[in-house]
């Protein structure tokens, strides 16, 4: 029987309904939720309920939930603006002490704290994994194996289309409902709390950015500085791209632009992550369609933070390597507003220094 790792919940919202519990659910020989902390009482102990805990598992401060002595991880699902805050005090809390944290992307709200989030994990001992479901999800990992072994021959160059009809959205039951999305207290708004998502998809598949040019259409509603962004890519292996963002209205043609991959020998063709198929062209006429598990991404990650934590394999998606998905964010901001090429990222590989876990890690276990 496998040992269960005890959880610390900071934040019961949408994220923890919709995204990370289903995945508890599914990991549940490995993972038992103990403790629950939310500002709005009655919405931890609606949840309390609902997972049989006891009234005394719920809090309405992080920081005394942090004193328990039975929790193994911290999975944190915070608005943006508070991750790094929230993040430091929970790696401080716990230095040393052979546990975990998980927390939502992006790592920091701004770049100046997101370089100091990417040094929590070596200076306190600890490890943290963001949780950056698109470099987790299945069809983004087939896609970049199809592309490093060559299967439409060398890349040319991408299109990718990614639309958010946020001024609808905002109204239902969706993500964008939330005031602080609406009214975002970090740069970007909209284009970093959702582009940073298909940024790091595209960093997954095709590695660094040598460097970028972007232009943005402005808007005067709160929830992005520009209804519209197009940016060029250059990466390090050569393949270039353009990436376009659009979120304030529908793509209405079918089918969608999605993500487009145009190799010597044929094409790639994702049209939206949910549709479930990879499709494959070649130049001499024969298809392929590839299947893949949907919006997998949150159970890959919690499986890796999991391998992770009991010395199996290293964390995927560390601090570090989100620091360079929330940069490129802030560099194609920074190309719209400077009307200039930007460089991005400075090496043509990414290897953290703690790659293997250390081996304290696997203590967790006994």
């Known amino acids: 029987m496998m040992h269960k790792l005890k959880v ?84 401080k809390r716990m230095a040393g002490q052979r546990k975990g944290i998980i927390c939502e992307k992006p790592l920091a709200p701004t770049l100046e704290q997101a370089m100091r989030a990417k040094e929590l994990a070596p200076k306190y001992n600890i490890p943290i994994m963001i949780a950056e479901n698109f470099r987790y999800n299945q069809e983004i990992d087939l896609i970049r194996d199809l592309v490093r072994t060559k299967r439409v021959g060398d890349v040319w160059y991408f299109v990718q289309n990614r639309v958010v009809n946020f001024p609808e959205d905002m ?39 040598d460097s970028l040019q972007a232009f943005g259409r402005p808007q005067t509603a709160d929830f992005a500085p ?34 487009r991959i145009f190799g010597t020998q044929g094409m790639i063709y994702l049209e939206e992550r949910d549709c479930g198929t990879i499709n494959l062209a ?34 995927s998606v560390t601090p570090e390597m989100e620091y360079g998905d929330l940069k490129t964010v802030h560099d194609v901001l920074k190309s719209i507003q400077e009307k200039r090429i930007i460089s991005v990222d400075d090496s043509d590989s990414y290897h953290p220094p703690y790659q293997q876990p250390p081996v304290n890690q696997a203590h967790i276990l006994q």
């Not at 964008?176 to 909209?190: D, I, N, S, T, V």
């Not at 520009?226 to 209405?252: D, Q, R």
């Not at 006429?285 to 009991?310: C, H, M, S």
């Open 171 to 209: 109204l239902k039951n969706k993500f964008p409902a939330k005031e602080w999305r609406q009214h975002p207290e970090f740069p970007g708004g909209a284009f970093t709390d959702t582009g940073v998502h298909d940024l790091a998809g595209l960093r997954h598949i095709f590695g660094p950015i």
């Open 226 to 259: 520009y209804a519209v962004i197009n940016a060029n890519l250059l990466f390090k292996s050569g393949v270039t791209g353009n990436f376009n963002f659009f979120c304030a209205g529908k793509e209405m043609q079918h089918p969608l632009i999605g993500l």
């Open 282 to 315: 070649f130049n001499d006429g024969r298809q392929e369609q590839i299947p893949y598990e949907v919006q997998k991404g949150y159970y890959n990650e919690l499986l890796n933070f999991y391998n992770a934590l009991t010395g199996i394999e290293p964390i």
């Open 8 to 91: 610390g919940i900071i934040g019961v919202g949408m994220a923890f309904e919709r995204l990370h519990y289903p995945a508890y659910k599914q990991l549940a020989d490995r993972y038992e939720i103990v403790a629950l902390c939310d500002l709005d009482k009655e919405k931890a102990l609606n949840w309390a309920n609902r997972l049989n805990l006891q009234q005394d598992s719920v809090y309405t401060d992080f920081q005394e939930m942090l004193t328990r002595k039975d929790l193994d991880v911290i999975d944190i699902m915070m608005p943006i603006e508070l991750n790094y805050e929230v993040t430091e005090a929970a790696a």
